[in-house]
């Protein structure tokens, strides 16, 4: 792993990207020793409207905690897709979801599409989509381990078996599907 990592889970209301950037971050702090914030930025009305998470993970000190020079995007709508296509840099990778997202050629980034909510349907739940693409991340940067995510799974869904099983499956869809790179 690099030594600072610039994230952003970015799309709509309702598709688990808080939740997402929490994992990653609890993933960070509690199993591998590093630092890690995350902030989030919606709309007002709960579902439907520009959703981002920025997670910074870092083997240093973090003095601010909003992304300035990212690493990865995700991009699950096409409103957070037009946000940032254009405005990366050429070392950051863009996924996203090929089945909702209509992308542009000649972007500066390495860009990359998933069927990820169709993954997620597959899995039995359109929600599992923020997993199968943590999955993804984690495959795609090495910013943390597998184990680390797992483990927070874990610890999030002990009491829900089922659950946590779901979203096993979904997590590891999502490196299976990376592993087609």
């Keep these: 792993m ?8 970015s799309g709509v209301g ?3 990207l808080v939740v997402g950037g929490t994992i990653l971050g609890e993933a960070a702090t509690m199993f591998e020793n590093l630092n890690s914030t995350l902030t989030t930025s919606y709309g007002v009305e709960t579902r439907g409207t520009f959703t981002k998470s920025d997670v910074i993970i870092s083997k240093d000190e973090i003095f601010f905690p909003e992304v300035v020079e ?28 090929c089945n909702s997202i209509d992308p542009v050629d000649h972007l500066k980034a390495r860009q990359y599409g998933f069927p990820i909510t169709d993954a997620a349907r597959e899995i039995g739940n359109i929600a599992t989509a923020n ?19 797992t483990n927070v799974l874990k610890e999030q869904f002990s009491k829900k078996p089922k659950i946590y099983e779901m979203n ?14």
């Design 2 to 9: 690099k030594s600072r990592y610039e994230i952003i889970l």
């Design 14 to 16: 309702g598709q688990g």
């Design 70 to 97: 990212e690493d990865f995007v995700l991009a699950l709508a096409q409103v957070s897709y037009d946000k940032y296509a254009k405005l990366i840099n050429e070392n950051c990778i863009l996924v996203y979801d």
């Design 131 to 149: 997993i199968i693409s943590l999955g993804l991340i984690v495959k795609m940067t090495g910013v943390v381990s597998v184990e680390s995510v």
């Design 168 to 181: 096993l499956n979904a997590f590891n869809k999502g490196l299976e599907m990376a592993e087609q790179l």
